[in-house]
């Protein structure tokens, strides 16, 4: 991984190796800047307070190796990006302006993408899982993922049963506590269909009247002028002036043209044309005269046509449309009356199917209550077990699985985490009872237990192991040393006894000139890992006290 301007981290290039790797360093030199910067490679929400100042913008970029036939490479396969020899390359930048880009393969993506594989490769564990481990809601997580399908799959069902229940309640409430106003409403339909069934209008009946009204209207100046036009056309025999008609005019014309013999051919060709205008003035007089037989005054039809024209625009006023509008809204009126007047049967079908719901969510309920019951006491014995190897000998871990008289999304259980400390001592739950160094121990009891039921093939630990010291913080180390011998294990930690476990060790070095302070990841040699354990011990990296000490610490964690 790779980390350039993102808090004091200037540039930086993080190799991490197989087993477990630990990363170091001052306090305030950037430690958590790496866990940040694997976060945004996994879709993390984007901060631009994170961009270092006087740069643009933080870019983080890691190769992961991801099988070719693995849920992430088919997904990845999805958003259009391209594998090189199983490793996927990921890229996150966050411009100081706030915008954040996403690479997956070359390819931009939406970062949400990113999130969508970020489960199936790695599970980071920070300080705030300790908080999370006192709500009951992620007591009752970790045992059904320990449980495995005994409880995710009931528990599918459940979770559409409920979603279900849910919805008919929903719908039952809105039919059962607006019944007076659904009953008012469908009085109002039913008056205004009856209303338009009296009137009975056709579809475009408006626009076909409002142009008959227009022609009776106007009937008389309508005759006039086509009067006029046909005796133009063709002459009128009751017209004493004897004037000329186009008819006639073009037929003098074309005879003109005969008359002049077979001198030019160009003469045939206009005569013809002649000819042709003279059919299409007949034609049109023709016509006209069709026209000049249907103009007649009507003035009863045109009352009857302005009554009909009055009784449609009452309804359609009342509707906001014209016509057609009217008979769109009838068809969706009719629709809706039918499902209020279907009421009682619907709330009868409804009542029935919510009481199904109701005896399926409890049969499910109890089914997931005996997987639950099951996995809770073998995830307290392993837990109990582990806590015995993180310096907690006497310590029992128990996991309460107690079922309420109330159906939640998740079924009727209540789990509680229950810590006996020591012997004597009462079992409290440990959202009351469990100090901080006696969290970080349980949870990562509890991380080590529940490893072999995560799919995920790197674990991330930012400083778990806060509030923790002497022979317990050397247990920690040893449990993370052995859930690396099947994982990858990115460990940040402050603790030298952590540290000395490390098959590789990263130091994040912090230089300051007083201006700017400016953060690069060395990898350690042996040397290197030892004046690093000393300055952890002692703060002090070249006394040859604390190197011993740092020396024998080594030591002793490569020991079997």
């Not at 009752?140 to 495995?148: N, Q, T």
């Not at 913080?473 to 952590?498: K, M």
């Amino acid at each position: 991984m790779s980390i350039r301007g993102l808090g004091v981290i200037s540039d930086a290039v993080l190799e991490l190796g197989t087993g477990l790797t630990v990363v170091t360093g001052e306090t305030g030199a950037g430690k958590t800047m790496v866990v940040t910067g694997l976060g945004l490679l996994l879709g993390a929400r984007a901060d631009a307070g994170a961009v270092r100042t006087g740069t643009d913008a933080a870019v983080v970029e890691g190769r992961f190796v991801v099988g070719a036939g693995s849920s992430v490479a088919e997904r990845a396969a999805e958003a259009g990006a391209e594998l090189d020899d199983d490793v996927l390359i990921v890229v996150r930048s966050v411009a100081a302006g706030g915008r954040s880009r996403a690479h997956l393969g070359g390819r931009s993506v939406p970062v949400g993408v990113l999130g969508e594989i970020a489960d199936d490769l790695v599970a980071v564990h920070g300080q705030s899982e300790q908080v999370l481990l006192r709500s009951p809601g992620r007591q009752r997580e970790a045992v059904d993922a320990f449980a495995g399908e005994p409880v995710t799959v009931p528990l599918r069902a459940y979770a559409d049963a409920w979603t279900r229940w849910r919805e008919v309640g929903a719908q039952l409430e809105e039919v059962v506590g607006h019944a007076r106003e659904r009953r008012a409403e469908a009085e109002r339909l039913r008056h205004d269909l009856e209303e338009v069934e009296h009137v009975d209008p056709q579809a475009g009946e408006d626009v076909d009247l409002a142009a008959e009204a227009e022609r009776l209207s106007h009937a008389e100046d309508l005759r006039a002028a086509a009067t006029v036009a046909h005796s133009a056309l063709v002459g009128d025999e009751l017209d004493p002036t004897g004037a000329p008609d186009v008819s006639a005019l073009l037929e003098g014309a074309r005879r003109s043209l005969d008359a002049a013999g077979e001198h030019d051919p160009a003469r045939a060709s206009l005569a013809g044309r002649l000819a042709e205008a003279g059919f299409g003035v007949t034609d049109v007089a023709l016509e006209l005269s069709g026209y000049l037989q249907s103009l007649e005054a009507d003035p009863a039809r045109l009352q009857v046509v302005q009554e009909r024209r009055s009784e449609l625009a009452g309804l359609t006023r009342k509707h906001s449309g014209d016509v057609d509008a009217v008979l769109t809204w009838t068809a969706r009126a009719a629709q809706r009356l039918v499902e209020l007047e279907g009421d009682d049967d619907r709330v009868g079908a409804l009542e029935t199917e919510r009481a199904g719901l109701g005896l399926r969510l409890e049969d499910l309920s109890a089914q997931l209550h005996g997987a639950r019951g099951a996995a809770a006491a073998r995830l307290g014995a392993a837990a109990t077990t582990e806590l015995a190897d993180l310096a907690m000998p006497h310590a029992v871990l128990d996991v309460e699985v107690r079922r309420t008289d109330t159906l939640g999304p998740h079924g009727s259980d209540k789990v509680t985490l229950l810590l006996t400390p020591h012997a004597g001592a009462p079992a409290r739950a440990i959202a009351r009872g469990a100090s901080g160094g006696e969290l970080s121990r349980v949870m990562l009891a509890l991380e080590v237990t529940l490893a072999g039921t995560d799919p995920v093939p790197t674990f991330v630990f930012d400083e778990v192991d806060a509030g923790v010291g002497g022979r317990a913080a050397v247990e920690i180390g040893r449990r993370l040393a052995a859930l690396a011998t099947s994982s990858q294990v990115l460990v940040v930690t402050h603790l030298p006894q952590v540290a000395a476990f490390a098959d590789h060790h990263l130091v994040v070095v912090k230089a300051d000139d007083g201006r700017v302070t400016e953060s690069g990841v060395q990898a350690l040699d042996d040397g290197g890992r030892v004046r690093e354990l000393a300055r952890m011990l002692a703060g002090q990296e070249d006394s040859e006290t604390a190197q011993a000490h740092a020396a024998e610490l080594l030591a002793s964690a490569r020991r079997p």
